[in-house]
């Protein structure tokens, strides 16, 4: 019901600002205020400081992408690296694959320990001269593991090379746990982080954060010189919806943050009922110790990706991963412990058949 009163409330402020575009700050100064307390909202739920600063952004990629827009642009002003490299954990999103690939920076790939994690053994003697940026992740898209945080700021600490933390699926979640994976470590010179997963506002929601300002301003664009008049951007969109930054800010007045703790809550109860459906499965194992809503299994003796077949088949959307291979689920506040009982009910149903299979063979 929280879910369908949220959707019906969204339907009803759609119109007041679907003509609104937050590039034109002076004709909609409301969306702009709206837009600045977003911001503020996620800037205390990482723990900032008075200096601590954001843009709004059009997802998890648009806030990649500018964060590494922003550390070459820094690096090259700041340290005059010509040949700029970012580290990242194999683990890490895609987005900055991207990013390295739009703004010719070498991306230097870490493979994951077995089990997940950042090698960061391996992180220390790749560390060089050129190197503009740490990335860790809090967690991982791919197992939903959460990088060893304090670890990473005290190897950025040591050899004064900024650190980013990316939350774009973990924000609204990570930051109820007991840990403090965020501006509390000295050494996180920025987030990313959605408002449009765990936040639940629509798509097209998201956030970059910046420990200060005179890191951010290598974000913006500026011309003062373009025959249209002085032309200024954040962000890669030029003109936006007011709309997203309008139902973004009401879902987060709709929540307020007991209305995030409790949903929190909820998806870490699914996940623990989750992760003991799956002990109990011989066959199956779990990757690392997931402390948020990402699960990620795997199989030591039977081929995951026909498993994962099978249950598509019974209408189930299952996640297939690589590198490691498995498949992941992601627990959100739609999904019920009926649910997932129902879900087991096929899995079991189908390893069953397997073992069948396999003592008739033998």
């Known amino acids: 019901s929280n879910n369908l009163n949220l959707d019906k409330m969204l339907v009803k402020i759609f119109p007041y600002f679907n003509k609104s ?124 593991l959460i990088d060893q945080c304090n670890e990473l700021n005290y190897i950025a600490l040591k050899h004064k090379i900024p650190l980013h933390l990316d939350a774009c699926i973990g924000s609204f979640l990570i930051n109820f746990t007991k840990y403090k994976y965020d501006f509390s470590l000295e050494g996180v010179t920025s987030i990313s982080a959605d408002f449009h997963k765990y936040g639940q506002s629509p798509k097209g929601a998201s956030s970059i954060l910046y420990k200060n300002k005179e890191l951010m301003k290598y974000q913006y664009f500026i011309d003062e010189k373009w025959s249209g008049g002085i032309y200024a951007s954040a962000t890669f969109s030029g003109s936006r919806c007011g709309n997203i930054v309008a139902l973004t800010w009401a879902t987060l007045m709709y929540f307020g943050i007991n209305g995030y703790k409790s949903n929190y809550d909820y998806i870490i109860n699914l996940r623990t009922y989750f992760i003991n459906k799956i002990k109990k499965i011989p066959e199956l194992y779990i990757y690392g110790n997931p402390q948020l809503s990402i699960v990620g299994v795997n199989s030591n003796s039977l081929n995951i990706n026909l498993i994962a077949d099978e249950l598509k088949k019974k209408t189930w959307e299952v996640n297939v991963i690589q590198n490691p291979n498995g498949f992941h689920f992601c627990l959100t506040s739609y999904h019920t412990k009926e649910v997932l009982d129902n879900f087991f009910y096929d899995l079991n149903t189908k390893m069953k058949s397997i073992r069948d299979r396999k003592s008739t063979r033998l």
Do not use: W
């Open 21 to 144: 575009n937050p590039l034109h700050t002076n004709l909609y100064p409301c969306v702009r205020k709206m837009e600045q307390e977003c911001i503020s909202i996620m800037i205390k739920l990482f723990n900032g400081t008075k200096e601590t600063c954001g843009i709004f952004t059009s997802g998890g990629t648009d806030s990649i992408l500018m964060a590494c827009k922003t550390y070459r642009d820094y690096s090259l002003k700041e340290k005059s690296i010509t040949n700029p490299e970012i580290i990242v954990s194999s683990s890490a999103h895609c987005a900055f694959n991207k990013a390295c690939k739009y703004f010719n920076i070498k991306l230097v790939v870490i493979p994951t320990t077995e089990n997940g994690y950042f090698n960061t053994d391996k992180l220390k003697k790749i560390i060089n001269k050129n190197t503009i940026l740490i990335v860790g992740s809090t967690p991982s898209y791919n197992l939903g």
